[in-house]
């Protein structure tokens, strides 16, 4: 990190150094969000399941020139069809039948907002999906649109030809919450928290860990460095030994020195 006209910048280097410094910490936060994710994604949020049908709706023609041009109104009326599967004319009797059928604690609103329809372009079949919090509610509900939807085309618009194509099977298989999703966006926020602290530490963290800040940011001389020793170190072990052997010796000249000497007889 360097300083230049009161701007803070950052090279490479020295953030791939903080990185490096607490990379297990920030490992650790990864695995943090993971396991906070996944849990959620078990014990907080209520799995879903989804179910859909097929219909063709089309009218009878006897000859090619007539089938074209009803099939072409078919593929206008599609948006109709759509529109009218959503409404209370269709929901109001399936509602009333799954009530019966599956004991269905939802409201008309909430069995709107549960089902979608669509189709592919240029396509006469209309696709109903259906998701709910119960698998075989969710097939349940769709067939019984399907069933409903059959009856009243047929008066509400002189369509005379309504196909199930394939009824609603039950999908045991959930479509959200998607684990996978969570799971990522879980490391995903774990390794952000784990950078965040690591650079927050960093720079907070007043302690000068190099003599060039003190000669090149402040100005100052650099005269010596004083080493501290941790007790608990090697080399703090080895510096008592040396500073033993030093008194040892100094005592056996003090010894030397102070013993007189005899005189032969």
Do not use: C
């Amino acid at each position: 990190m360097t300083k230049k006209d009161e701007t803070t910048l950052l090279d490479i280097g020295y953030v791939l150094l903080i990185l490096k410094k607490n990379i297990i910490s920030i490992f650790i936060w990864a695995i943090v969000g993971l396991v906070a994710s996944l849990g959620i994604v078990f014990f907080f949020i209520e799995p879903k399941y989804s179910s859909s049908i097929d219909i063709l709706v089309n009218q009878k023609a006897n000859n090619a020139q007539v089938q074209y041009a009803t099939q072409q109104a078919d593929l206008q009326a599609i948006n109709t069809y759509k529109d009218v599967l959503t409404k209370p004319i269709i929901l109001t009797p399936v509602l009333k039948e799954i009530k019966n059928t599956d004991n269905y604690q939802g409201n008309l609103n909430s069995l709107a907002k549960s089902i979608k329809v669509s189709n592919q372009t240029n396509s006469q079949v209309v696709t109903v999906t259906v998701t709910d919090k119960n698998a075989y509610v969710a097939a349940d509900i769709a067939n019984t649109v399907g069933k409903v939807f059959a009856k009243k085309v047929k008066k509400m618009m002189q369509v005379d030809n309504v196909t199930i194509v394939s009824d609603a099977k039950v999908n045991s298989r959930p479509v959200s919450p998607n684990k996978k999703l969570f799971a990522l966006a879980g490391v995903v926020l774990g390794l952000f928290i784990g950078v965040a602290i690591a650079f927050i530490k960093e720079f907070t963290d007043k302690t000068i860990k190099d003599s060039s800040f003190l000669t090149d940011e402040l100005g100052l001389t650099n005269i010596g460095s004083v080493y501290h020793l941790d007790i608990n170190e090697d080399d703090y072990g080895a510096v008592k030994v040396i500073d033993r052997n030093k008194i040892s010796k100094n005592n056996s000249a003090e010894e030397k020195i102070s013993t007189p000497r005899r005189r032969r007889v």
